[in-house]
């Protein structure tokens, strides 16, 4: 099965400045990645994804990259602000009949003020 | 548009009891996945389901645990004699199906077993 490892578990930045979080997988057949913020005692939130056809995805001050050749992809967030302190996930999906995904384990992202 | 839900969000349980997790998904949304978290982990897939039909199990424990999606009504994931080991959050998400692969997730079950 997919296996998905998420560096570094964690993370912590000064406010306004970037974060990155990297993920690689396993199965070259994962062609969908999304990202996941999660808040203490909450569900996970869809943040941002990508396809395998798609190389970069921006949305504000977050983006996603997607090395296929290395399977490996990140998670940036720019001009970070207090908010963005929770725990992001990483997941990979192969799509096909089956769009159960697996998740890295995680990196708690605090933001200093 | 309400969100996926869950119910109840705290269940406490003794060794041995029953534990029924349920998932409501958003309207319009014919799939469900159940995931469990464990303290200080990732989620794990457990189960796939679509209107009255399991797609995938392959996360499922082989015993005491299993769900279900009827026609009507939310899906039910069902835990029989919990064992301390069972204590998790568990989280369910929702998604439109038809090739969509966006998962929507509800705000969890915390089970803890005494």
């Known amino acids: 099965g997919e296996n998905v490892e998420q560096h570094p578990s964690t993370l912590s930045v000064q406010e306004g400045d970037s974060a990155v979080i990297k993920c690689t997988y396993s199965?070259?057949?994962?062609?969908?990645f999304p990202w996941y913020k999660q808040e203490l005692g909450k569900g996970p939130q869809l943040i941002i994804d990508?396809?395998?056809?798609?190389g970069e995805k921006k949305d504000q001050r977050i983006a996603v990259t997607l090395n296929k050749t290395a399977k490996h992809f990140s998670l940036h967030i720019t001009e970070t602000q207090p908010e963005d302190s929770a725990v992001y996930f990483c997941?990979?999906?192969?799509?096909?009949?089956?769009?159960?995904?697996?998740f890295g384990a995680g990196t708690t992202v605090t933001v200093r003020a | 548009n309400a969100g996926v839900m869950q119910n109840p969000r705290h269940l406490v349980r003794r060794r041995g009891q029953e534990a029924r997790l349920r998932c409501s998904p958003m309207?319009?949304?014919?799939?469900v996945y159940w995931y469990r978290q464990l303290p200080e982990e990732g989620l794990k897939f457990m189960v796939y389901?679509?209107?009255?039909?399991?797609?995938?199990e392959s996360g499922m424990p082989k015993e005491r645990f299993s769900a279900e999606f009827p026609k009507e009504g939310p899906s039910i994931l069902r835990i029989q004699q919990v064992v301390r080991g069972d204590s998790a959050a568990y989280f369910c998400?929702?998604?439109?199906?038809?090739?969509?692969?966006?998962?929507?997730f509800g705000p969890g079950t915390r089970l803890t077993v005494t």
């Open positions: 199965d070259s057949a994962s062609n969908y």
């Open positions: 997941a990979a999906s192969t799509g096909s009949n089956d769009y159960k995904l697996s």
């Open positions: 998400a929702s998604s439109p199906g038809r090739g969509s692969y966006e998962q929507y």
């Open positions: 309207k319009g949304h014919s799939h």
């Open positions: 990508i396809r395998s056809n798609v």
């Open positions: 389901l679509q209107k009255e039909n399991i797609i995938d």
